[in-house]
């Protein structure tokens, strides 16, 4: 018997695109290719989905979701998205839990996909371009002010959000950004400074507009040594934003359940042909299970790999799908 017998193999070839999802075919696809575990389904509708619901709202945030790379940071943003504009996709959405629990944005949004490259332009500059860019597409005529000419952009949002009402009266307007980090990381002070100021704003402005933001990170903001002079920027900032972790058994997850994915009979034959190994590998016997799931990736590769990825910034589903091939 060959490991291809064993295994139906769904190899990752390339890292996802966040504005890939614009294409509604691929848009589809992505929706359809994602999967998740009953937990992690719970934490999303607990920590991610609360702070986008449009009803029943106390005191929404803004969601930062964080990932390092090959974590489906991006695939997850594209699947929420891509059911907060449409509830059709509802269908497609493989973990049934999750598909009940993101009823309550089902189809509630109108959304636009940001990815942020390697700029000068500030990040209030960069949103409002953006927006102003996608509201002229839906027929709805807004501009924004210099910096030099107001005091805070929470007026802007408003009356951005109002425009944006007088077409779309029962819809929220979704943003979602990602590779925020990484142009974080480039700017100076200074300009680091009002970065953070106007991602203040904007969580501020959730809790008492339909506007809603998910931003994409590879690693957590508020706890990275490289932003430790701006200590007291961040901790404003991270009272407006949910954190939303992808963790280690949500990688795992992903591999056993798309990479690796096995009927009940491959568990089957697997199992048989790893018991008389159960004594020579630690942890095995009480953790057979997981070894049969990760068959033929040793469930340490994970842990491993995902050490050296958080710090050299690899791809590691793509390397299991690499490995396995």
């Known amino acids: 018997m060959k490991y291809r017998d064993l295994i139906q193999f769904n190899p990752i070839e390339t890292i996802i695109q966040l504005t890939s999802a614009d294409d509604a075919a691929k848009e589809k696809e992505l929706v359809r290719s994602y999967v998740m575990s009953d937990d992690m389904a ?8 609360s702070q986008l619901k449009l009803t029943e709202v106390i005191d929404n945030k803004g969601v930062l979701l964080i990932g390092n790379y090959g974590t ?10 891509a059911v907060a504009h449409d509830a059709a996709y509802l269908d497609d959405v493989q973990n049934e839990k999750f ?10 949004f109108e959304v636009k996909r940001v990815e942020i490259g390697s700029v000068q332009m500030s990040l209030r500059n960069i949103f ?5 860019e996608d509201l002229a597409k839906r027929g709805i005529a807004f501009d924004f002010p210099e910096e030099t000419e107001i005091i805070n952009n929470k007026g802007t949002l408003i009356n951005m959000m109002e425009l944006f009402a007088t077409k779309y009266h029962d819809k929220g307007y979704l943003v979602v950004v990602d590779e925020l980090l990484d142009y974080l990381a480039g700017r100076t002070d200074l300009e680091l400074r009002r970065d953070l100021g106007f991602m203040r704003e904007l969580g501020e402005i959730v809790k008492t507009s339909r506007l809603r933001i998910i931003c994409g990170l590879q690693e957590k903001l508020f706890d990275n040594p490289n932003f430790s002079f701006v200590s007291e920027s961040l901790q404003r900032v991270s009272e407006r934003y949910e954190q939303v972790l992808l963790t280690k058994e949500d990688t795992a997850y992903v591999v056993s359940e798309r990479i690796l994915k096995k009927t009940p009979e491959q568990r089957a034959w697997i199992r048989e042909h790893l018991q008389p190994y159960t004594s020579l590998f630690s942890n095995m016997y009480e953790n057979l299970e997981e070894y049969v799931r990760l068959f033929p ?4 590769y994970i842990d491993v790999f995902n050490k050296i990825y958080i710090a050299e910034n ?12």
């Open 42 to 49: 719970e934490r999303l509708n607990y920590s991610l989905l």
């Open 72 to 81: 489906g940071k991006s695939h997850l943003m594209s699947l929420v998205s």
């Open 128 to 132: 409002f371009t953006v927006v102003k």
């Open 314 to 325: 690899r791809q590691i589903l793509k390397n299991i799908s690499d490995n396995i091939r």
């Open 297 to 300: 990736i040793h469930p340490s």
């Open 99 to 108: 598909a009940e629990f993101a009823k309550v944005i089902a189809g509630r």
